[in-house]
């Protein structure tokens, strides 16, 4: 009994100092809504999982080094660092904490997404299925799955929320936010496939956040506070 007691003690112990993951802001529908709306990544060998490699060989072989630099700002996912890029070195965390914390409040909704499908799909990452074909990383390893790309799909939903803060700039930050993408193919660790999923899935995800009432508020309320025109 002193043992078992031992064990309860230490378990709660434990799932104290780990706490479970928080839900979304808003929340989303189950990842099967998703993967109903978007087409499933090549199967491994057909012409388009082929045509895929060949892309990011290509795309490697032609990156300047300005290139590859730009691909490792953008795989830090600092929206601030790279959407300043669009609009200006005002653009900061001080100046805007109401859209630091909507944005952030976004983020983790699209990674709630994200995580989802990719385990849904395991699709593994150009870099570790083609390493012996001359694929390479510049952003390091990581663990987790390929499609869709968790980089493409924020930088798509940010620049989205943004255009709505700033419309007036919203071709400037959709290009900014697909080149996060792009990065991720010269980077070696996503599929040009995997990228354009991940748009799709940002603009599902939107369109959900618009139609919620609560988000369309707090939206509205950072764009009077911090984007009206002076």
Same mark, same amino acid.
């Given at each position: 009994?002193?043992?078992?007691?031992?064990?309860?003690?230490?378990?709660?112990?434990?799932?104290?100092?780990?706490?479970?993951?928080?839900?979304?802001?808003?929340?989303?529908?189950?990842? #099967?809504?998703?993967?109903?709306?978007?087409?499933?990544?090549?199967?491994?060998?057909?012409?388009?999982?082929?045509?895929?490699?060949?892309?990011?060989?290509?795309?490697?072989?032609?990156?300047? #080094?300005?290139?590859?630099?730009?691909?490792?700002?953008?795989?830090?996912?600092?929206?601030?660092?790279?959407?300043?890029?669009?609009?200006?070195?005002?653009?900061?965390?001080?100046?805007?904490?109401?859209?630091?914390?909507?944005?952030?409040?976004? %983020?983790?909704?699209?990674? #709630?997404?994200?995580?989802?499908?990719?385990?849904?799909?395991?699709?593994?990452?150009?870099?570790?299925?083609?390493?012996?074909?001359?694929?390479?990383?510049?952003?390091?390893?990581?663990?987790?799955?390929?499609?869709?790309?968790?980089?493409?799909?924020?930088?798509?939903?940010?620049?989205?929320?943004?255009?709505?803060?700033?419309?007036?700039?919203?071709?400037?930050?959709?290009?900014?936010?697909?080149?996060?993408?792009?990065? %991720?193919?010269?980077?070696?660790?996503?599929?040009?496939?995997?990228? =354009?999923? #991940?748009?799709?899935?940002?603009?599902? =995800?939107?369109?959900?956040?618009?139609?919620?009432?609560?988000?369309?508020?707090?939206?509205?309320?950072?764009?009077?506070?911090?984007?009206?025109?002076?």
């Amino acid at each position: 009994m002193k043992h078992a007691a031992k064990f309860v003690f230490l378990f709660l112990l434990l799932a104290g100092l780990c706490p479970a993951k928080e839900s979304p802001a808003w929340p989303m529908p189950p990842v #099967s809504y998703f993967a109903e709306r978007i087409p499933p990544p090549p199967k491994e060998g057909d012409a388009a999982d082929l045509s895929d490699l060949e892309y990011v060989l290509a795309v490697q072989a032609c990156a300047t #080094s300005g290139q590859i630099a730009h691909t490792r700002m953008t795989a830090r996912l600092d929206p601030f660092e790279i959407f300043s890029e669009v609009l200006g070195p005002k653009f900061t965390t001080e100046k805007y904490p109401l859209t630091k914390a909507l944005l952030e409040k976004v %983020r983790d909704t699209g990674e #709630s997404v994200k995580d989802e499908l990719k385990a849904w799909y395991a699709r593994k990452r150009p870099v570790d299925a083609h390493e012996k074909d001359g694929v390479v990383s510049y952003v390091g390893r990581e663990k987790s799955f390929s499609y869709p790309s968790g980089h493409a799909l924020r930088g798509w939903l940010t620049a989205l929320v943004l255009a709505r803060l700033d419309p007036k700039k919203k071709n400037q930050l959709l290009n900014c936010g697909a080149a996060v993408g792009w990065d %991720r193919v010269v980077a070696g660790v996503h599929y040009q496939t995997d990228t =354009i999923a #991940s748009r799709a899935v940002g603009r599902l =995800i939107f369109d959900k956040l618009m139609a919620d009432p609560a988000f369309a508020a707090e939206l509205e309320k950072v764009k009077k506070a911090e984007w009206a025109q002076p």
